[in-house]
T-cell receptor, first 113, second 110 residues
Framework: AQSVTQLGSHVSVSEGALVLLRCNYSSSVPPYLFWYVQYPNQGLQLLLKYTTGATLVKGINGFEAEFKKSETSFHLTKPSAHMSDAAEYFC???????????FGKGTKLSVIP | DAGITQSPRYKITETGRQVTLMCHQTWSHSYMFWYRQDLGHGLRLIYYSAAADITDKGEVPDGYVVSRSKTENFPLTLESATRSQTSVYFCATAGGHEQFFGPGTRLTVL
């Protein structure tokens, strides 16, 4: 069984400040990890993913995340927040060999001008 | 080149009525999924399909029925809608390692 915990349902940052969204997972098999972004009234869009190889992965819009197996974490970061980053972000895990995703409950990011 | 489409985008219905939400993909992906999104719950898997005529339950299947006679279509039916089924419904396909999501259907059951 897999599960995902996103710490903080709402996060507010000032424009230009560091964005840090936390994600911890549990998985009985080597995981594939994902971050999706959802803008209002839209579907989910893939930001980045970890499957194998380099543990620091870069995604779209300047986001990156680091897979830390020892901490079972996959936190999402961006050095400098932009107003357009305001959205809801979902962390998801998938076990290798399965196509099913298990999602966290989401973190809504607000960016303060 | 629509990728994945859902219809209708918005639907209001009454308790007890049957409702079908449509999902269509142009990629020929084998796997397709239905999720519901509710405040405080994130996305929860309702049903998924590995191929035409192969479907399986997800986390919250009660009250829903699916079918998949063709690879490109994966309709979701609420046989007798209840107010607790008011939600936003997303269809998705799996290609490679990731899932691709449709724009969603916002369903309100009065």
């Amino acid at each position: 069984a897999q599960s995902v915990t996103q710490l903080g349902s709402h996060v507010s940052v000032s424009e230009g400040a560091l964005v840090l969204l936390r994600c911890n997972y549990s998985s009985s098999v080597p995981p594939y990890l994902f971050w999706y972004v959802q803008y209002p009234n839209q579907g989910l869009q893939l930001l980045l993913k970890y499957t194998t190889g380099a543990t620091l992965v870069k995604g779209i819009n300047g986001f990156e995340a680091e897979f830390k197996k020892s901490e079972t974490s996959f936190h999402l970061t961006k050095p400098s927040a932009h107003m357009s980053d305001a959205a809801e972000y979902f962390c998801a895990v998938r076990g290798a060999g399965s196509y099913q995703l298990t999602f966290g409950k989401g973190t809504k990011l607000s960016v303060i001008p | 080149d629509a990728g994945i489409t859902q219809s209708p985008r918005y639907k209001i219905t009454e308790t007890g009525r049957q409702v079908t939400l449509m999902c269509h993909q142009t990629w020929s992906h084998s796997y397709m999924f239905w999720y519901r999104q509710d405040l405080g719950h994130g996305l929860r898997l309702i049903y998924y399909s590995a191929a035409a005529d192969i479907t399986d339950k997800g986390e919250v299947p009660d009250g829903y029925v699916v079918s998949r006679s063709k690879t490109e279509n994966f309709p979701l039916t609420l046989e007798s809608a209840t107010r607790s089924q008011t939600s936003v419904y997303f269809c998705a396909t799996a290609g490679g390692h990731e899932q691709f999501f449709g724009p969603g259907t916002r369903l309100t059951v009065l």
